[in-house]
Structure formats: structure tokens, C-alpha cells
């Protein structure tokens, strides 16, 4: 029977053993096998990607994020998927798995601070150099693609000011000059873009956060085609990257629900942003809402669906009432991640080159300009709305 995404996420794996409706939790160091030949013939399954239910040791995994690779496979059309302990975990998997010293690569600018940060001052140690491009301009991109280029790093879109980016065209600039190409998809999720389906040899998810949902867990998912699979492989095995059972365990529990509460955080986001766009206050929302909208028709050519995450542009020449308007929320919490049931506010300071910021080569944002980023949560909006109303008359 042929089933839809929304069923197969509440049916893919059960513990028929204990005749439970969750798959067990499989805590291991040790895999026990009867031979020696046994155990090498199981090594070449794993080595050639055949369907295990269990790895040969547990640096790789346990039949419990077996179970997860498997779900996210199947979401993300993949060749393999292989987990790590944190988000940023499969980011620098990816990047640590392909480049080498000479190589170089090309980084949008608006990538995820981490991201940034291994790419500005982590890899030049390894004699590999990371260039960045304004995710506005494509002949920008195309511009400083050079014979040492080894890889593109996108994230689409872009964390904190959310540029969209025309996809087809980075892949098909790629695969002409023999490019590998990544693309951190965490705000999408393989629910509403496959990147592996649309040309991308590499599609990374935050695991930590709409994956999850509940803030409760933190995870990486890095998908990837054939032709990377025996290189990530590689550096899988030896880095120890891997995803615990119990994280595995609590990400399995909140795909189930993936499809239901994107749709939900989706939905009060339209009502919050309704709000928002009649407050002179905020000049700009972040967001593709509108046919008018910035990077409106990008969204629509390439994802089936939004979420709960934009940012709001306030204008402002004190920016201590922005930090009041933030600190006086009472029913957005103040903190890093996203993705969870709850309703967060954080004001991004992307001039500042600090570590989780580094400073932004192409901005288009004066200096009175404030972004606030906002993820709305399962609350009732209208309680939210009343929340952002009363904290506006905060700014100045």
C-alpha cells in the first residue's frame, strides 16, 4: 500500500518484539557477533550501504538511530543519512568529510554563525580557504568560482535575514564546473524541500529543532547522494560524530508530528505577521507572506510550505528600546534555537563580530536597523499578538 508522508511518519517503526508502538532504545558499545566471518561479512554490508539493523560497533550507531536514518532516508529520497549528536555536528561533518588542504570554497554569506565560524577561522588552519558571496547576487557566486573551488555551502534560506536563493541555478553552475554542493535546509525540512531530489549531494537538517520540536533534544541529519557517501563514510567512522539512542529515540517521537505542527506554526505565523505589517513601528517582515513580498516567488518555485521562523526589521536610533521591546515579552522566551513548541525572541546583532555573529560582508541594513528574530510557537496568536502590542510601545 502506497502511503503519503503525512501516514508514513506515524508508521514507520514499531518494536514488534515487545509489541510496543515506539521503537526500543538500544544502548551499546559492544555488537556481539557469533564468528569472525560473520562479523567481516556485516562490515561489508555497512562498507557497500545495504539495509542494517544493526552497526558492527557502537561509535556508527545502534539499531535505534538505524531507525531514524531510515525515517529521514525516506523523507529525504537519500542514498544514506548519517546522524550526529548535535546540529552543527552534521554541518562540520559535511565540510571536514570533502575539503582538503589547496581546496577552496564558496560560503554564503548569510550561513548560520557556527557555520561561518568554521569556515572563517577553523579550516584556513588546514590551508583550505573559505570565500564568502552575497546570496542576493548570483553573478557574484559565479564570479568567484575558480579551478580550486571543491564545494558551495548554502543555506536557504538565510539565517536571521532570509534570502532565498534560485537553487537550480547554484546546481547547475556546480555540477559544470564539477562542484560538490551542500545546502543547510533546517527552516524547510525535507518536508517541504528534498535538495537531494532537486540536484545537492549533500541535505543537512537541524535535527535540534522542528525535527525535535519539543526542545528537549539535539541532533544532526546530513543526507547525501552515491557519489559523497564513501567519503562522509570515512570521516564518520573516525570522528565519533554519532547520535546518542536516547536523541535518536526522542527525534523519532517528534517526526511523528512534524507534518501536523509545521502546519500549525505556520498558520499562527499568518496571523502573527498580519499583525506585525500594520505596526509602523516594523519596517520590514522577513518572511515570504505575500506576493510582493522579497524572495515571494523563490519560496513558491521551490518549497511546499513555511513554518513559524522570520525576522521583523525595526527602525530605530536606540537600540536599548529594540533590547526593551525583547526583554519585556512575556510569552517569548529569550535564548538561542528554534523549532519547539514555544514562542522565542532574539535580537541579532549581525555587525558584531563576536562568535556567534561574525560580522556580515554584504548587509543590506542600515545602522538605525534592528532585526529581531521571532519564531512563533503553538500558543494561541492572539495572546501573542497582544504580547508583541503591548512590548512595542517599548521602542523609540
Given amino acids: 500500500m502506497k ?11 514499531k518494536d514488534n518484539a515487545n509489541r510496543s508502538a515506539n521503537p526500543s532504545v538500544t544502548r551499546a ?5 557469533n564468528t569472525m566471518q560473520e562479523l567481516k561479512k556485516h562490515e561489508r554490508k555497512i562498507k557497500a550501504n545495504k539495509k542494517i539493523s544493526y552497526y558492527s560497533y557502537g561509535r556508527y550507531g545502534s539499531s535505534t538511530t538505524i531507525e531514524l536514518e531510515n525515517i529521514i532516508k525516506n523523507l529525504e529520497q537519500a542514498y544514506h543519512v548519517f546522524l550526529t549528536g548535535t546540529g552543527f555536528g552534521g554541518v562540520a561533518l ?13 560560503v554564503s554569506d548569510n ?3 557556527p557555520t561561518k565560524e568554521i569556515s572563517q577561522d577553523l579550516i584556513k588552519e588546514f ?20 579551478k580550486k573551488t571543491k564545494m558551495i555551502v548554502v543555506e536557504n534560506p538565510g539565517s536571521n535575514t ?17 562542484i560538490l554542493t551542500f545546502l543547510d535546509n533546517t527552516w524547510g525540512t525535507p518536508l517541504y524541500l528534498k535538495p537531494l531530489a532537486l540536484g545537492f549531494d549533500m541535505s543537512f537538517t537541524s535535527a535540534t529543532k522542528y525535527f525535535s520540536g519539543h526542545s528537549d533534544a539535539m541532533g544532526g541529519s546530513l543526507a547525501v547522494n552515491k557519489k559523497v557517501f564513501s567519503k562522509v563514510m570515512f570521516f564518520y567512522k573516525l570522528s565519533g560524530y554519532r547520535m546518542s539512542a536516547d536523541e535518536a529515540y526522542l527525534i523519532i517521537r517528534g517526526l511523528r508530528t512534524l ?3 509545521l502546519k500549525q506554526h505556520y498558520e499562527n505565523a499568518k496571523i502573527v505577521i498580519n499583525f506585525l505589517k ?4 516594523v519596517k520590514e517582515i522577513l518572511f515570504p507572506y505575500k506576493p510582493s513580498s522579497k524572495s515571494y516567488k523563490l519560496w513558491k518555485k521551490y518549497y511546499s510550505g513555511a513554518n513559524g521562523l522570520f525576522s521583523i526589521v525595526i527602525k530605530s536610533k536606540k537600540k536599548s528600546s529594540v533590547e526593551k521591546f525583547v526583554n519585556s515579552l512575556e510569552l517569548f522566551g529569550i535564548g538561542y534555537s528554534w523549532g519547539g513548541f514555544e514562542s522565542l525572541a532574539l535580537l541579532q546583532d549581525l555587525r558584531d563580530d563576536t562568535k556567534y555573529t561574525k560580522t556580515r560582508q554584504f548587509f543590506r541594513f542600515s545602522k538605525d536597523e534592528h532585526i529581531v528574530r521571532l519564531h512563533i510557537g503553538l500558543e494561541d496568536p492572539k495572546d501573542l499578538i497582544q504580547d508583541l502590542k503591548q512590548s512595542l510601545k517599548h521602542i523609540k
Fill in 259 to 261: 507534518d501536523v505542527r
Fill in 3 to 13: 502511503k503519503s508522508i503525512s501516514t508514513f511518519l506515524k508508521h514507520p517503526t
Fill in 162 to 178: 532570509f534570502e532565498f536563493q534560485d537553487l537550480s541555478k547554484i546546481i547547475k553552475i556546480a555540477k559544470k564546473n564539477k
Fill in 278 to 281: 500594520k505596526q509602523k513601528k
Fill in 94 to 106: 559535511a565540510i571536514m568529510s570533502i575539503c582538503r588542504p589547496g581546496d577552496e570554497i564558496l
Fill in 127 to 146: 590551508n583550505i580557504k573559505a570565500i564568502f558571496y552575497d546570496p542576493d547576487n548570483f553573478e557574484d557566486l559565479k564570479n568567484k568560482i575558480s
Fill in 29 to 33: 558499545s559492544t555488537i556481539l557477533f
Fill in 111 to 113: 550561513v548560520y554563525g
